[in-house]
């Protein structure tokens, strides 16, 4: 089953109608401005406004009928995986490490080069790197690396899968929520106007586009790899 491609197709279909009404409603707003300040304007503006909201009401409802389904789908394919033994080299590797006291994060990104890409191992090393500094006092400035998250691995972890999935649940849901202006913008606006008061129009703000293809909303909205995600959710065996 191709969760991840119904995911997105779902997401576009939202915003395709998010991006419609909004266009629809500015049109009709524009027709209405020669009316400013007669006594029929506000119903007239509250009319479209209202038209406006109950179609992009109707659109995240169908959009949340399509994803909620989808989201269990890819937890239940994800509980399904076979994860890859380690090599036998790649167990000796881990097993000389720990016997490190403070490896240096360059060391351990050649360690993590040599582990073949398995999830598995590097799930390994992110424990012994992390138990390795954990009493370390100045742990928080330091670049502590999570290796089992995609950048050199083959495969992801059945864990570092269930997070992203998580992740991504909530980051669609608010943009179900949200008003469709560039998120990062849309943020500013609201913390000047809660330090310097007034109000800000969404509309007014740059809007987020229609996602180019599954590869282009993954990598805006996702945290790991795409196609070790893709791979981990859609119910296929790593490393075929």
């Known amino acids: ?40 304007y506000a119903d007239d503006l509250k ?38 033994a380690p090599s036998e080299d790649a167990v000796r590797i881990l097993t000389v490490v720990k016997m490190m ?11 993590a080069n040599s582990l073949e890409g398995n999830a598995l191992a590097l799930a390994a090393l992110d424990t012994i790197m992390h138990d390795a500094w954990k009493d370390d006092p100045d742990r928080l400035e330091r670049i502590i690396p999570n290796y089992s998250d995609g950048r050199v691995a083959k495969e992801l972890n059945p864990q570092v899968v269930a997070v992203a999935i998580n992740d991504l649940q909530r980051t669609c849901n608010r943009i179900l929520e949200g008003s469709g202006a560039n998120r990062i913008r849309e943020m500013g606006a609201d913390r000047s106007q809660r330090v310097h008061g007034g109000q800000y129009d969404p509309d007014t703000l740059p809007q987020e586009p229609e996602y180019a293809s599954e590869a282009d909303f993954y990598k ?18 790593v490393n075929e």
């Open 47 to 84: 009319k479209i406004q209202d038209e406006r909201n109950q179609a992009n009401a109707a659109a995240r409802a169908a959009c949340k009928a399509k994803i909620d389904p989808i989201f269990k789908a890819m937890h239940e394919a994800n509980s399904k995986r076979i994860i890859t």
């Open 220 to 237: 805006r909205e996702g945290h790991v790899d795409f196609s070790l995600f893709v791979a981990a959710v859609n119910g296929g065996t």
């Open 1 to 40: 089953m191709d969760n991840a491609y119904y995911l997105y197709e779902a997401m576009n279909d939202f915003r395709k109608a998010q991006i419609a009404n909004r266009a629809k409603y500015l049109e009709k707003k524009k027709s209405l401005d020669k009316y400013v300040g007669s006594a029929g």
């Open 101 to 111: 006291k403070k490896p240096s994060k360059v060391f351990m990104d050649a360690v």
